[in-house]
């Protein structure tokens, strides 16, 4: 599936209006949680800038324990230090400080004091709904900086979202539905690269495949399929109209496109980049780039085509409205038969809790 025009995107702290202290303090914390798991906090002089509000999420609550990394804020032309790492800091004292800087060598712990809260009930007193929404919030952060820049850098950043959705998934069975049904105002192709990577997680385990490496491959499939398309004109991805033969001729590249980006990379298996090469094949030989049968493509490849294809139905675009699954599910079986494997397709209509559509057919 094709996206549509692509929507602008605020990256700023959640503006709250007419909400209480405490709500607003609550959306910044999970702004910070999304901005320090994916590593998109600003730099300068070595140094990192963390809103206090990731380790503060209201004063009158008991928070979780701070990292282990020493805190400074800017004075003057330099920096002073506030917190010895390890040192105890009350919340209150914490909380006058909009930003504290920490030290690019540590980093890696604030990300994972993010990663903690996001992924372990309790944490950070957030509910699973907040929780869910802020990882797929920050997965989002993350495929934006891919797609800007697809280098081996953030494809090795995109390899820790996709585990923590692994993670989520496989702790947590209930969080399915709660991601599956997730809607999105973001940008089409960033939402949709995310939404696919879950879909497809989701499918493969339903599927029967267990194996956690084998459910990062399939996520990391369903995080690049589309990473082609960072080759495509900007005036195609973004053209509202139908694409004429010569535009379409070219957005047909983005498969084989967006294999080169990802071939030869030690991060991603050879099925997983197989997958974004394949992920427009079809049943009957007349998908692309190679037209290949059904038989041909490694099952890897036949899950992300479905759940690209599915979750292209249920999110909004600027030329069509979302389907609800029921509907897509529908659609899939009687315009895009030809395109999924049919056992596959049972497994995610059960996922939904479904019964398959009237008129079937294998």
Not at 66 to 82: D, E
Not at 85 to 106: I, K, N
């Amino acid at each position: 599936m094709e996206p549509g025009r692509r929507k602008g995107y605020n990256g700023g702290m959640a503006e709250t209006s007419g909400a209480d202290a405490g709500s607003s303090k609550l959306m910044e914390h999970g702004r910070a949680l999304q901005l320090a798991f994916s590593d998109r906090l600003s730099r300068r002089n070595g140094y990192v800038e963390v809103p206090t509000a990731l380790f503060v999420p209201k004063v009158d609550v008991r928070m979780p324990p701070l990292p282990s990394v020493a805190f400074y804020v800017w004075a003057g032309a330099g920096v002073r230090k506030i917190r010895d790492a390890d040192q105890p800091y009350s919340p209150l004292a914490l909380s006058a400080h909009g930003m504290v800087l920490v030290s690019e060598a540590d980093i890696e712990g604030i990300r994972k004091f993010a990663e903690r809260q996001i992924l372990s009930a309790g944490e950070g007193g957030l509910s699973r709904e907040s929780r869910m929404e802020t990882l797929r919030r920050a997965a989002i952060e993350v495929v934006d900086g891919l797609f800007q820049a697809p280098t081996p850098e953030n494809i090795k950043k995109s390899t820790k979202v996709v585990s923590s959705f692994v993670y989520v998934l496989m702790k947590e069975p209930e969080a399915y539905l709660v991601l599956a049904k997730l809607s999105s105002h973001d940008p089409y192709t960033l939402q949709h690269s995310v939404g696919t990577a879950v879909n497809g997680i989701i499918l493969a385990r339903k599927a029967g495949i267990s194996d956690e490496g084998e459910l990062n491959e399939v996520g990391m499939a369903g995080l690049l399929h589309d990473i082609g398309k960072t080759q495509v004109r900007r005036e195609i991805i973004n053209k509202e109209g139908p694409l004429n033969a010569a535009e379409w001729e070219e957005m047909k590249q983005h498969a084989q496109w967006g294999y080169d980006l990802v071939r030869g990379n030690p991060a991603l298996s050879e099925r997983c980049q197989k997958a974004v090469l394949e992920h427009h094949e079809d049943r009957i030989g007349k998908g692309y780039p190679g037209g290949l049968l059904s038989g041909d493509l490694h099952v890897f490849s036949r899950i992300v085509a479905l759940a690209d294809a599915f979750n292209a139905l249920t999110t909004d675009r600027t030329y069509s409205k979302a389907r609800n699954p029921f509907e897509a599910f529908q659609f899939i079986n009687d315009k895009l038969n030809h395109k999924v494997d049919p056992e596959l397709f049972r497994s995610l209509v059960l996922v939904y809790g479904g019964k398959m559509p009237a008129g079937t057919t294998g």
